[in-house]
């Protein structure tokens, strides 16, 4: 079995900020960490492989600072890490980075592709499905658990608010999953030592994947941001600590106030 799972680099914050000229996301300066449902992905592939044996291979495309993402996913128990980092994919929208992503699938050999559901930063949740339908395969999204008993079909449930759905699928297709399926094991001693010492990251650009450069990065980007702003902070609320008598009346005086009664 082969797995590959898309893995993304995002910046440990929810706090994002955008550059207010170009209306790209200003990374410099914030720590890095793999994102939450990637990294659960890749425990779904992990566990895939301690059951059943598979070859896990995790692809990523962004920076070469994203390399860090990458050791810490081989330390974790990857067999194989693949970095897309061109100057001609700067400046992609989602559409361009699954278009990205989606060239170097077909460079590789696989069962199922795992990507999260949602990067914390973009927020789009456009990559897994987009990758989908480039790709032509039959796609799971929202996945929370995956089990297979060796007969070539994969039993995925699928979480939609209170409801669950366990689906059959065979290989090969594209999941989109979720960061409360699993609960990610921890880079071990030995793991950490192979993926700083001994593995390397395969280095992909435009070219390795065989890309039509006019689809990629700014170029290859519909998407123009017009306009980024702060959201305005709400003002903090005020305390009282009174009996209930007077808290009634402050109450109904703030709602007079504001014309609510
Ligand atoms: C006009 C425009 C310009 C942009 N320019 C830049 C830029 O210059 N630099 C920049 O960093 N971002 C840029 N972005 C943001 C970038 O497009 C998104 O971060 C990216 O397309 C992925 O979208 P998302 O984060 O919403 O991912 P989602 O669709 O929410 O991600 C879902 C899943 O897809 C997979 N995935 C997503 N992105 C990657 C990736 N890069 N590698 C591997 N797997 C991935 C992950 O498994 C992830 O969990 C730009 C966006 C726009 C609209």
Redesign the pocket.
């Known amino acids: 079995m082969k797995i590959v799972?898309?893995?993304?680099q995002?910046p440990d914050t929810t706090e994002i900020k955008i550059d207010p000229v170009?209306?790209?996301?200003i990374?410099e300066g914030v720590p890095s960490i793999i994102?939450p449902?990637?990294k659960a992905?890749l425990e779904a592939a992990l566990t895939m492989k301690d059951k059943h044996g598979a070859e896990v291979i995790v692809?990523?495309?962004?920076?070469m600072q994203?390399e860090e993402a990458l050791r810490e996913a081989l330390a974790m128990g990857a067999d194989r890490a693949i970095l897309?980092s061109d100057f001609k994919f700067?400046?992609?929208?989602?559409?361009?980075?699954?278009t990205a992503?989606s060239y170097a699938l077909k460079q590789l050999d696989y069962d199922f592709v795992?990507?999260?559901?949602?990067?914390i930063?973009?927020?789009?949740?456009?990559?897994?499905p987009?990758?989908a339908e480039f790709l032509d395969l039959p796609q799971i999204t929202y996945a929370a658990g995956i089990d297979y008993k060796g007969d070539g079909v994969f039993h995925v449930t699928r979480k939609v608010e209170d409801r669950s759905y366990v689906l059959k699928v065979k290989a090969p297709f594209v999941m989109?999953v979720l960061s409360d399926m699993n609960k990610p094991r921890y880079m071990s001693v030995p793991g950490i030592i192979e993926a700083y010492r001994e593995k390397k990251i395969d280095l992909w650009t435009a070219d390795t994947i065989k890309a039509d450069p006019a689809r990629l990065g700014?170029k290859g980007?519909p998407?123009?941001?017009k306009e980024s702003f702060a959201k305005a902070l709400k003002q903090p609320g005020q305390l009282y600590e009174v009996d209930p008598q007077e808290a009634t009346k402050i109450i109904l005086d703030k709602l007079l106030e504001k014309f609510v009664l």
């Not at 692809?59 to 920076?63: D, E, Y």
């Open positions: 799972v898309c893995l993304k995002v170009k209306g790209t996301l990374r994102n449902d990637d992905g692809l990523s495309m962004g920076p994203a897309l700067a400046g992609a929208d989602t559409l361009a980075t699954s992503l795992i990507t999260g559901r949602q990067a930063d973009g927020d789009t949740a456009q990559v897994g987009e990758l989109t700014l980007s998407t123009k941001v």
